[in-house]
């Protein structure tokens, strides 16, 4: 671990100034936010992350969870996940972002857990974390060791020969799924971003997991009005019952109307590329159709359109393919309430 | 000799605790120390002058180093010494002074001996500094310049260049000869199974990390708090490897956060906090990360085929066990795998095999049940392969091949309960009611798959010595260099001892983890109670006798006339049998005859030519069910039931926990625990918590455990054998078959991780029974 400076800042001007300011961005790393620090902080244990300075946002009025004029919820950047995720708003009306962010880490990780810091969390790829190894994400130019490597957790869509890696979130999923969009601001003013360009795909530029710029600070998440609590299902699968990041995970959303019709539909994965992938045009295949098995199949097979496996993680495709399947089905249901135990997972 | 170590910090029962007797179900001793924080493991002793080592750790797996760039490093505020093989201290070369007591064949790893790189990870250099902090920024800025070779780590790539092992470890036979003609009986058995079984690598995870801290005294003498198994081993390993003498050197490890082998030999960090203490004269720490602790040794990845061959009504005709297993290139490091297939099943012709392919890794080290884990594994799903080939219920399948003696020797067994561990746990588990076809059971969008296995491993016994001091106001202290990793130790010793002299458990202190202490083994092979508690229970046998004379001689003696075989220890005291009214309390008698403290030594020796007649063993029987989605993949444990003979059972609820956490790690071996190497790079990559997976809380259902009745006085004086590895072997099988019964698809391969189980493209409904 590097040596660095820290600061408490007081509002999000203090820490914006503090982020920003000379001997923060040295050629070894720059001054970084610290939320809830379960990732940040492993990173910089294993000299993954190098911040000269860290800037800790815990202070900062951002932990609140309030409604909109618009009828959606403001979900503050510092709420811890346990918070979120138990709020009754969250569960009441989105009880798909609840599931998943429950599936999540463990319970001591999720109470530390800020929605901010999930958002930005990096990638679990074996090789990002070791520094002995080459990696374009971690040290730009040098190599992605994962091709041809280790890749059970790597992206079957979206890669490029760059970076394979995949975006571990949970949480992230279902706010892809739900539309969310993220508040930021700068020492430039604020702005807002739909979460489907919050992350972006790795390119030529893998350090690069999102669109968001150096100098910004994430001060919300914001959900759109509810239309989808009584049909929604996350579903993940892992290696464990708990505390394992998705190998697949689906979250998927149903509007139904009277007649049991599909008005509109969300789909969104997780643990299969860069970004919590989502397609509109897999959506459009339900849109209108009864909620059945065969349509379930059409809608996964255009969200899995061009899906290409790296031999070791191929089984992701079929895996995906019925977790999509299987998770329109739960929707279609109506939404399931928390199983027994789940919690304390 | 056997004074109290006042700074040991030895537990000692709860005040109140009271009157215990053998296979009582008493709470730990050291359970407060432990959960208070008081209980010190090796990195947590302080010293005024302490400095910090970090490990720098090679990141090729084969060549040499041409150089460090250590300016940067140096440069940090704080750092005192960067040791490398370019500037160590003395150490001895020759191959045999790195021997400790447990070394395989060949030339152990000399750590910062050379330049040589034998294995990634490997550390090249010790970073030392006043802080901790320190350390590690400058350890980051080490740069090593290497001159890498062709490295080759891949088992399965390696093959064909196998070889037959030197046979030199403790406690390792290799195979016997061939029994009978196994080819020929196999082409001539009406009915045959063969397959191929695969285990991946699986890495150590104790909770406690790897740890040293040297202690320098005024005089040079070193006290070091290791994490080892034994305090005696790494005491000794210190003293050849370093040329200092045996009073130069206190090793201890009164607490021990986990080990399961990973502590049988000394890891490297010991001899590099003692190289940075002898060259800088000061006191050092040197403390693995979880990441360095993938550099140590594992359990090998192997590849068994198994061929069977029966009759139609299941008899066996023959066995076929062969085994192939990694090993570093500068030691054959061997376990039993095969030979428990000569030895669990009645079968006239049984061949077996052992090669081992040496590649660029660290030597593998023992892990639970070494060897029997993975080798039993493959034996009793290949069992459970032919159960079905013959359409015939996998414990029946058993039962007509149960082994009434030893087959090599015609040797009967000392005591075998294994037929009760079948019955009880069978019945426990309601295995009468399993349908034979798979597939039959499904439960909403699973299916349920019932499956059982046996399981074996050696009853041992090592020699021992145990002292002993009764003190007047009745305070027991009993010692012996033994090792409480966490198994038990402590409380088990304490209650043989209290139970042999009628005393309150808290008045009796036992004292380990020293290696001034009286001769004890290495905490491993589930011998640690049949050794050190028959040695516990001899000195106490010695006390005993002594109290009785010495009663016997008072004045007035209410024992004037009594034999020792008519009084008994119970109550705090000695009284008669037939009149428990006639007594005195050990105080009582102590101040009558005016002794401040009596003082026992025994040197316990295996009845070796009386165990030589006998095969001693202890088995299990492993029933389990599982949930199996397998549109997925995904597998849940519901149910064990875990049926143990493991002679008699001294602290029946550390024993219980032995061995239903023995059975969280079977689950572990099952489904989750794989080391995933690179071939590319020579290394391995999931070397942290989140991506090397054990089994968690919400993977774990139901555990029952069954000890069955037996005590066998041929194993130990005290009727034990021993229970730390018994309660893992079986346990993948029995998953394993339980997830065919489930699913109709049989898994060769573990972890049986989701795309090893969920069914093929095109064969599978997704659709949940909603
Ligand atoms: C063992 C383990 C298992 C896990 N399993 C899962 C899992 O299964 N599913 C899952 O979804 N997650 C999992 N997680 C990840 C966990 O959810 C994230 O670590 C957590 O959400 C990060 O939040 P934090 O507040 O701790 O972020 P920090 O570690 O404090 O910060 C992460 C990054 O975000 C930046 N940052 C934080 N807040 C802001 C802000 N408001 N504005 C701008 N930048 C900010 C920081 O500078 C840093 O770069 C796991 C983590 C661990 C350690
Ligand atoms: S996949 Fe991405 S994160 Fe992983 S090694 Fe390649 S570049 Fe690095």
Redesign the pocket.
Known sequence: MTPFAYHLARDPAD?LAALTAPGGNTPLGAA????????????MKENV?R?MR??D?NQ?A?ARIEETPAGGLLLG??A??ADTAYHPLVRSRYPLLSA??L????PQ??N???????????T?CYYFYDTGTPCNKRSPGSGCAARGGLTRLHAILGASEHCIATH??????ALAALEAVVH?RSARGERQLAFADFHRLPGDTPQHDNT?AAD????HIELPPARYAAHSAYL?L?DRAS????LVSVAAALALDEGGRIVSARLAL?GVAHKPWRQPEAEAVLAGKPPEAAHFAAAAAVLLAGARGESVNDFKIPMARRAIVRALEVAAAGTPGPACGEEER | MNDLIQDLQSPVADAGTGFVRVGMPVSRVDGRAKVTGEARYAAEHPAHDLAYGVVVGSTIARGSIAGFRLREALAVPGVVEIITHENRPRMRSFDLFYKDMTAPAGAPFRPLYDGEIHFSGQPVALVVAETFEAARYAASLVAVDYLPQQHETNLMAHLARSHKPKPLKAGFSPPPDERGDAEAALLAAPVRIEAEYYSGVEHHNPLELFASTVIRGEDGHLTIYDKTQSSQNSRWYVSRVFGLGKDKVTVRNPYVGGAFGSGLRPQYQLPLAVMAALQLRRSVRVVLTRQQMFSLGHRPETLQRIKLGADHDGRLRAIVHEAVAETSRYEDYVEVVVNWSGQLYACDNVKLLYRLVALDQSSPMDMRAPGAAHGVHALEVAMDELAWALRLDPLELRLRNYAEQDQMKGLPFSSKALRDCYEQGARRFGWARRPLAPRSMRAGSELVGWGMATGTWDAMQMFARAGAVLHADGRLVVSSAATDIGTGTYTAMCTLAADALGLRLEQVMFQLGDSTLPVAPIEGGSSHVATVGSAVAGVCEKLRKRLFRMARRLDNSPFAKARFDEVEFAGGGLRLRRQPSVAMSVEEVMAAAGEARLEEKYLMLPKVLKQKQYLRATHSAVFCEVRVDEAFGTVRVTRVVSAVAAGRIISAKTARSQVSGAVVWGISQALHEETHADHRLGRFMNH???EYHVTVNADVGDIDVIFVDEDDRIVSAIGAKGVGEIGIVGVAAAVCNAIFHATGRRVRSTPMTPEKVMAPEGDVSVSAAL
């Not at chain 1, 970084?32 to 990732?39: E, I, P, W």
């Not at chain 1, 599936?103 to 463990?106: I, K, L, P, Q, R």
């Not at chain 1, 571990?168 to 999923?173: A, L």
């Open positions: 820490a970084s936010f610290l939320a809830g620090g379960t990732n940040l902080l492993d990173l992350a911040p860290l800037v946002l900062l951002l950047a510092l811890r996940n998943a962010i599936a999540g880490a463990s990780i999720r530390m857990a800020s929605n901010g810091g999930n958002l930005l969390q990096r679990r571990p979130s949970d949480m992230c999923v930021l968001m910004e600070l994430i001060t993940k892992r505390y394992a990041f998705a997780g | 942290n918590l989140a």
